[in-house]
């Protein structure tokens, strides 16, 4: 018996090892990530301190679950724990590597795009990777050296409550310590990068699972007296149309163009002497040409645009409200359209369900959605995300003809996506020669793009649809991110990317072909905007109130409005000046020196309101207890 007894505890002791061999490689693991693959910028000693005590207390937590079972199961519920975690710190790691960003719970419940994002993931991937996934094939090893005895002996509730008290104390020191360096760190949440940095990245994530149930809740508890609040917020701060362009296109088609991954950087720039979007210059030189636009998008990217620009409320600081708020009621262009005649159409090249376009449109108000299954796709014809630009908009030609007019409509470009890859003999533009693969791909694709784009101006010019219609070119968000800033200074002729410099690099195209004043007053429009403003933009070129909309942009072609536009992250830029919400900094135009934070106070405040207003219109569902006229 006491032999029995003896063999009993070495199970147990064997068992319990193999959790702290577990719980030692999986924080060692998580800390050569953090330190490595996400630029956390850590700006001192305590700061680096934190970064290694951070992961202790979520793995201590996680890996306290196989505690709970017993004799065989209790190895194998580690190993599961660990595959678990291991899946979304890499997972990470790969988004963090395109975005910088980290994932969020309505990210991770977008489950049905992950097929779509393959070949992305990719590109991303490195050899060394498989350090990752190191520690899992030891505790393979070791499960197969230890034979797991079927020993179902209580649990030990007392080395539960150890670990568990550890774990929370562990945990409590992080808070305090991170608390100490950026005050109220949990109630102003507003930069996941600096959550991840001084609370872990497991901690980051229990944390932003708690937000989404809270913010989930919020349109249960809304009522139509903080609606109210915010219509008079907007009536506050409307401004009035230009007379000599309210309803200078009234009854015109309206033509809407998203340019995937599309940034300002590019227009007039030359690789190897070579113009890398010869079309798109000569149109800003025949159109209007905003030549200070911003994306305003957060990490819906091409979807947030297409909310920014159809409903001029701003997507969610976490996940894309095509996925999280497809149900809601909004007052969006589509909708409006279709009350005053109009057929509304979208094109896309894509699965019609990538982004939940399938259901939001039909919530935004488009009678038409024409996806991937109504054109001809074939291996040949198709790269990446979908139909190469050229085949889409000329398989999409003959239905924008066949509608009735007028209408408004939406094309989705996608060949010039990440990772910026094309099929030999697609274009016989030569590749950058920066040292970065991906930056040299990206300026291919975005001069195949701008044939594209050539291609079907010639086509709407042939047919008579270039006179009827308000054609409108829009990027729709960055396409090169900030892990491939090196390169990209190169590009610029700068020594480095400064935090001004990236805030300008979100500058997007944007043009606005308007029936009959080509060649007039067509110029260079100095305006600083962004997505958000196209729809008061639209609706007035089209002579359509917008006096009791519920919108936050104002009509780039007012006189009164304010040269200035709102980032998704809270930062702000004005026709003076830049601020950092980011990095809590003033930036002053146009050299990007630092400048006392007063200057920015004003943009800074109206940023912070215009963003909490939105989000609570988004959140509570708020447009239902307006009567729209």
């Given at each position: 018996?006491?032999?029995?007894?003896?063999?009993?505890?070495?199970?147990?002791?064997?068992?319990?090892?193999?959790?702290?061999?577990?719980?030692?490689?999986?924080?060692?693991?998580?800390?050569?990530?953090?330190?490595?693959e996400f630029n956390l910028d850590i700006e001192n000693v305590m700061q680096s301190f934190i970064l290694i005590i951070a992961p202790i207390s979520s793995t201590l937590f996680f890996f306290g679950l196989s505690l709970f079972f017993r004799g065989k199961w209790h190895p194998f519920s580690i190993l599961a724990i660990d595959f678990f975690l291991t899946v979304l710190l890499y997972a990470n790691i790969l988004y963090y590597r395109f975005f910088n960003d980290f994932i969020t719970t309505p990210d991770i419940m977008q489950f049905k795009n992950f097929s779509q994002l393959e070949g992305s993931a990719h590109a991303l991937t490195r050899p060394l990777d498989l350090f990752y996934w190191l520690d899992f094939v030891i505790l393979i090893g070791l499960i197969w050296l230890m034979k797991p005895s079927t020993d179902n002996s209580k649990r030990d509730r007392k080395r539960i409550v150890t670990l568990y008290t550890l774990a929370f104390s562990i945990f409590?020191?992080?808070?305090?310590?991170?608390?100490?360096?950026?005050?109220?760190?949990?109630?102003?949440?507003?930069?996941?990068?600096?959550?991840?940095?001084?609370?872990?990245?497991?901690?980051?994530?229990?944390?932003?699972?708690?937000?989404?149930?809270?913010?989930?809740?919020?349109?249960?508890?809304?009522?139509?007296?903080?609606?109210?609040?915010?219509?008079?917020?907007?009536?506050?701060?409307?401004?009035?149309?230009?007379?000599?362009?309210?309803?200078?296109?009234?009854?015109?088609?309206?033509?809407?163009?998203?340019?995937?991954?599309?940034?300002?950087?590019?227009?007039?720039?030359?690789?190897?002497?070579?113009?890398?979007?010869?079309?798109?210059?000569?149109?800003?030189?025949?159109?209007?040409?905003?030549?200070?636009?911003?994306?305003?998008?957060?990490?819906?990217?091409?979807?947030?645009?297409?909310?920014?620009?159809?409903?001029?409320?701003?997507?969610?600081?976490?996940?894309?409200?095509?996925?999280?708020?497809?149900?809601?009621?909004?007052?969006?262009?589509?909708?409006?359209?279709?009350?005053?005649?109009?057929?509304?159409?979208?094109?896309?090249?894509?699965?019609?369900?990538?982004?939940?376009?399938?259901?939001?449109?039909?919530?935004?108000?488009?009678?038409?959605?024409?996806?991937?299954?109504?054109?001809?796709?074939?291996?040949?014809?198709?790269?990446?995300?979908?139909?190469?630009?050229?085949?889409?908009?000329?398989?999409?030609?003959?239905?924008?003809?066949?509608?009735?007019?007028?209408?408004?409509?939406?094309?989705?470009?996608?060949?010039?996506?990440?990772?910026?890859?094309?099929?030999?003999?697609?274009?016989?533009?030569?590749?950058?020669?920066?040292?970065?693969?991906?930056?040299?791909?990206?300026?291919?694709?975005?001069?195949?793009?701008?044939?594209?784009?050539?291609?079907?101006?010639?086509?709407?010019?042939?047919?008579?649809?270039?006179?009827?219609?308000?054609?409108?070119?829009?990027?729709?968000?960055?396409?090169?991110?900030?892990?491939?800033?090196?390169?990209?200074?190169?590009?610029?002729?700068?020594?480095?990317?400064?935090?001004?410099?990236?805030?300008?690099?979100?500058?997007?195209?944007?043009?606005?072909?308007?029936?009959?004043?080509?060649?007039?007053?067509?110029?260079?429009?100095?305006?600083?905007?962004?997505?958000?403003?196209?729809?008061?933009?639209?609706?007035?070129?089209?002579?359509?109130?917008?006096?009791?909309?519920?919108?936050?942009?104002?009509?780039?072609?007012?006189?009164?409005?304010?040269?200035?536009?709102?980032?998704?992250?809270?930062?702000?830029?004005?026709?003076?000046?830049?601020?950092?919400?980011?990095?809590?900094?003033?930036?002053?135009?146009?050299?990007?020196?630092?400048?006392?934070?007063?200057?920015?106070?004003?943009?800074?405040?109206?940023?912070?309101?215009?963003?909490?207003?939105?989000?609570?219109?988004?959140?509570?569902?708020?447009?239902?207890?307006?009567?729209?006229?």
């Open positions: 018996m006491k032999m029995a007894f003896d063999a009993q505890n070495t199970n147990r002791r064997v068992h319990y090892y193999f959790l702290y061999t577990a719980i030692i490689l999986f924080w060692i693991k998580s800390y050569l990530a953090f330190h490595y409590l020191v992080n808070l305090t310590l991170a608390e100490g360096q950026r005050s109220q760190l949990l109630t102003r949440a507003f930069d996941r990068a600096k959550l991840v940095k001084l609370l872990g990245l497991y901690n980051y994530h229990v944390y932003d699972a708690i937000i989404n149930v809270r913010t989930s809740t919020q349109k249960a508890f809304a009522d139509s007296s903080s609606a109210i609040q915010i219509q008079n917020y907007i009536k506050s701060n409307r401004v009035q149309p230009d007379p000599d362009f309210f309803g200078i296109a009234k009854g015109k088609n309206v033509i809407l163009i998203s340019l995937e991954s599309t940034q300002n950087f590019l227009i007039n720039k030359k690789i190897h002497g070579e113009e890398i979007t010869p079309f798109l210059n000569k149109l800003s030189k025949e159109t209007f040409y905003f030549n200070n636009f911003y994306h305003n998008t957060g990490q819906g990217k091409t979807s947030d645009a297409e909310f920014l620009i159809d409903t001029s409320l701003y997507p969610l600081p976490r996940g894309a409200v095509f996925t999280t708020n497809a149900h809601n009621q909004f007052e969006a262009t589509p909708s409006i359209l279709n009350k005053h005649g109009y057929t509304t159409a979208a094109f896309h090249g894509n699965h019609k369900s990538f982004w939940n376009r399938d259901i939001m449109y039909n919530t935004l108000g488009y009678e038409h959605f024409f996806s991937e299954q109504d054109f001809n796709v074939t291996d040949e014809n198709s790269i990446n995300y979908g139909l190469k630009d050229k085949e889409f908009l000329n398989q999409a030609f003959p239905k924008l003809r066949a509608l009735k007019h007028p209408f408004y409509t939406k094309f989705i470009l996608l060949t010039n996506h990440f990772p910026f890859i094309l099929d030999h003999g697609d274009t016989d533009f030569a590749r950058g020669d920066t040292g970065d693969g991906v930056l040299n791909r990206y300026f291919q694709t975005a001069h195949y793009e701008d044939e594209a784009l050539k291609q079907f101006f010639n086509q709407l010019k042939t047919s008579g649809l270039y006179n009827q219609s308000v054609i409108i070119l829009y990027g729709d968000h960055y396409g090169i991110s900030e892990n491939h800033y090196k390169a990209m200074a190169k590009v610029l002729g700068i020594d480095h990317v400064t935090p001004y410099d990236h805030y300008q690099l979100q500058k997007v195209p944007l043009f606005i072909h308007i029936p009959g004043m080509d060649g007039k007053k067509s110029k260079v429009m100095e305006t600083v905007g962004g997505e958000i403003d196209l729809k008061p933009t639209i609706l007035n070129l089209l002579g359509i109130q917008t006096d009791d909309a519920i919108v936050f942009g104002s009509d780039l072609f007012s006189k009164e409005r304010l040269s200035f536009t709102v980032f998704r992250d809270g930062s702000a830029v004005s026709d003076k000046y830049v601020y950092g919400n980011r990095q809590q900094k003033c930036y002053e135009k146009p050299n990007g020196d630092q400048v006392d934070m007063s200057l920015c106070e004003d943009i800074r405040k109206s940023a912070q309101q215009d963003l909490m207003f939105s989000d609570k219109m988004i959140y509570g569902d708020l447009l239902r207890f307006i009567d729209h006229k």
